[in-house]
């Protein structure tokens, strides 16, 4: 029979615990947790990096391979071959440059003046008109009669509607104007002239007595004569008695 002793056991001596050492203790231990996390999420990583670029280098191998190869150098030839033929300019190093400045001249223009018309210019032609309407032979009964000696004077005078001047004269303006000469003032007015003077029959009338019908007035010259100043586009002229049934009318 065996007899065993039981041995008495014993705690081994223990480090003696300060505040310092376990604040290290727990440091240690710390340490030890964040250097297996980081090798854990550095492993994962790794892993995600790796997953991700397998397909975008694939994607990209495919994209290479679909685009067809571009030959550049027949794409260049055209233009290698117009550089080739095209001329060489060379220029000197140091170029002057000179040109000749021409002369020039000013010329005045030359302005053509229309010539001015002059009071002689018109005082002629008035008379050239004159002479040609006198053409015809004047009434022996002009010579001696103030009245037509004056109204002779006018002969070839145009027609002018209001007129009363030798510039030119309507029907009533011409007979007014002849009389003031003499110093008798007569209207300037067709319409108003039978209301004065006498009238006088045509077996009675006289050389220089006026003659009036409705919308004219003239002077009479004797026979079947008068003159007068008739309408637009004519002259004072010696004419025959044109009227119907004129009205002889003397002033004095």
Not at 20 to 46: D, F, N, P, Y
Not at 52 to 80: C, F, I, K, Y
Request: charged share 15%; aromatic share 6%.
């Amino acid at each position: 029979m065996t007899v065993s002793t039981p041995r008495a056991r014993h705690r081994a001596a223990r480090r003696p615990s300060t505040p310092l050492t376990e604040i290290a203790s727990a440091a240690s231990e710390q340490m030890g947790t964040v250097g297996r996390r980081t090798a854990v999420v550095a492993a994962a990583s790794g892993l995600a990096v790796t997953m991700l670029g397998g397909p975008a280098s694939a994607a990209n191998q495919n994209e290479a391979g679909a685009l067809p190869a571009v030959d550049t150098t027949s794409l260049t030839a055209s233009a290698r071959a117009v550089l080739e033929t095209a001329p060489v300019v060379t220029a000197p190093a140091e170029v002057s440059w000179s040109f000749d400045t021409p002369t020039v001249t000013a010329v005045k223009p030359v302005v053509k003046e229309t010539p001015a018309r002059t009071a002689t210019a018109t005082t002629t032609s008035r008379s050239e008109a004159r002479t040609a309407v006198a053409s015809n032979p004047i009434p022996q009964s002009v010579a001696g009669n103030a009245v037509l000696e004056i109204a002779a004077r006018y002969v070839g005078t145009p027609y002018v509607s209001g007129g009363s001047t030798p510039d030119g004269f309507d029907c009533s303006g011409f007979v007014s104007y002849v009389y003031a000469q003499l110093g008798i003032e007569l209207p300037h007015s067709s319409g108003a002239y039978p209301s004065i003077g006498t009238v006088v029959s045509a077996a009675d009338a006289l050389p220089g007595d006026i003659i009036w019908s409705p919308g004219h007035v003239a002077i009479y010259a004797g026979g079947s004569q008068q003159i007068d100043s008739p309408r637009p586009g004519k002259t004072v002229q010696f004419r025959e008695i044109w009227q119907s049934n004129p009205m002889f009318i003397r002033i004095g």
